[in-house]
């Protein structure tokens, strides 16, 4: 049994983790309240929508004895104003899902899938160390006895 916020390895019976002290008792509830009515909400404004166009576009015609010019012009612009909500809804139902999977995916992997050995390679041996800046550059007290 791996955490599920950190990805380390757990014994039976813990209530919390050892490595970041989450709650193992907790299970995250999933809401999919928002997603439901997301879905409720484009379905019956795409089905009303069209309901709309085409009663309207009868009632127009029949009732109004408008010419078929206009009667298509008011069924373009009520097509217009569904699509464009539609577009909305199905974006922000996008946005809902993404942020979900993405909290699901923010987790670390189990530690069976990493390596089993993390040491660094070694290298090959590196050559000769450099010589000091200030080797045979420095005075000493005896070079400066001489030059007097």
Do not use: H, W
């Amino acid at each position: 049994m791996y955490c599920a916020n950190c990805g380390t390895p757990l014994t039976q019976g813990l209530s919390y983790c050892n490595r970041c002290g989450a709650n193992l008792k907790e299970r995250p509830e999933v809401s999919t309240g928002a997603i439901s009515a997301f879905l409720t909400a484009i379905t019956l404004i795409g089905l009303g929508g069209l309901g709309v166009m085409l009663a309207g576009a009868l009632v127009l015609r029949k009732g109004a004895n408008l010419s078929q010019e206009l009667i298509g012009v008011f069924m373009l612009f009520t097509f217009l104003i569904i699509s464009m909500t539609e577009i909305v809804l199905v974006r922000n139902l996008s946005k809902l899902t993404s942020a979900k999977e993405k909290e699901k995916k923010n987790y670390f992997p189990p530690p069976s899938a990493m390596p089993q050995d993390l040491r660094l390679t070694q290298g090959a041996p590196l050559g000769e160390p450099v010589s000091s800046v200030t080797e045979n550059t420095t005075r000493t007290l005896e070079y400066i006895r001489r030059e007097q």
